[in-house]
């Protein structure tokens, strides 16, 4: 199944891209959290829709297009989680950094992930304990590797301020990488980072993909008091502040 879903994934990185080459106007917009949502976005959520349920009907799905309410998925053990295109402000900046994100949750944790970067054309993607990289047209298996310094990865666009610029203060010596979207699971995921550390605000789709790759390539993805992410459903689809470390 690991392969529909990359197809699938695909498929919606061709409909984002079909707008971000200007064959169709953005059409930006903002939600009531004043976070921007373009004609991409939708496109790629209809897609990657569609193509769920044709693919696993019985396997419910929360997009971040389009969330059922607590009440119809409270009891949920088992469904698809996806963002159809994560790093909207990196769309709309046109600088690549953006990403189609599945996951499929089971029991609370991301057992299958797939992150596809359309402009880099640079697929990862993770199940049954494994991880991997696909790029023109090699696939690779990936893990975590060490490295001193540290390369710590950073969100481009979503400043954590003072709880991140103490942080790094106290990491001792390091090196930072600012980066879009759900990549940065993916850079610690295949070792070429060390540690992404996340103070601001992040959504559960956000996660639940680069989570799953992180995870089966070796790293830990837990919040500041230890515990591991955690996608069983709640009324709120805000994550607490973790950390993506290979220690």
């Not at 049954?128 to 990936?142: C, F, S």
């Not at 540290?150 to 980066?179: N, W």
Request: include cysteine; charged fraction near 25%; charge should be negative.
């Amino acid at each position: 199944m690991l392969e529909q879903i990359c197809q699938l994934a695909r498929e919606a990185g061709d409909a984002i891209m079909n707008i971000y080459d200007g064959q169709a106007p953005l059409d930006v917009s903002h939600k009531s959290d004043d976070s921007p949502v373009t004609a991409a976005d939708i496109a790629a959520h209809r897609v990657i829709i569609r193509g769920l349920q044709q693919l696993t009907p019985e396997v419910p799905i929360v997009s971040e297009e389009d969330p059922p309410a607590f009440e119809v998925r409270q009891h949920w053990q088992r469904y698809w989680l996806v963002d159809p295109l994560d790093g909207t402000k990196e769309f709309i900046k046109r600088n690549g950094e953006f990403t189609v994100n599945i996951a499929l949750i089971v029991q609370g944790k991301p057992v299958v992930g797939v992150v596809y970067a359309p402009v880099l054309g640079v697929m990862y993607s993770a199940a049954e304990g494994k991880a991997w990289k696909e790029e023109n047209g090699q696939k690779t298996q990936i893990k975590i590797r060490d490295a001193r310094p540290p390369l710590v990865v950073v969100s481009r666009s979503h400043q954590d301020g003072d709880e991140l610029t103490e942080y790094l203060k106290q990491l001792g010596e390091h090196q930072t990488v600012a980066i879009g979207s759900s990549l940065k699971f993916c850079l610690v995921a295949e070792g070429k980072a060390q540690l992404y550390p996340r103070f601001g605000p992040t959504n559960s789709w956000d996660t639940a993909a680069g989570h799953a790759v992180a995870l089966a390539a070796g790293a830990h993805v837990h919040d500041w008091k230890g515990r591991s992410l955690d996608y069983t459903p709640r009324e709120s689809f805000l994550n607490p502040g973790f950390r993506v470390s290979i220690f």
